[in-house]
């Protein structure tokens, strides 16, 4: 049961993360993605303490896209 907490948890983290990735999709709000990374890595590492995959590999999904989109506007726009 704790695991499946963790879980949630874990995807709670991801929406809150995602929701800062979006918006730095667009030009010029590419610092919002500073502040998913952190987010997303505290997502994922409380994904990997659940018995469940969903919630890391969720977070690790916006890892990706938020360094791809830093490292596109090299790391501020």
Request: aromatic share 8%.
């Amino acid at each position: 049961m704790f695991a499946a907490m963790l879980n949630i948890v874990s995807v709670l983290t991801g929406l809150l993360a995602l929701v800062l990735v979006v918006p730095g999709l667009v030009p010029l709000f590419g610092w919002l993605n500073w502040l998913a990374l952190p987010v997303a890595v505290v997502g994922a590492v409380i994904g990997m303490l659940s018995s469940h995959n969903s919630g890391r590999n969720f977070n690790l999904v916006i890892l990706v896209v938020a360094i791809i989109r830093l490292s596109m506007g090299g790391g501020i726009f």
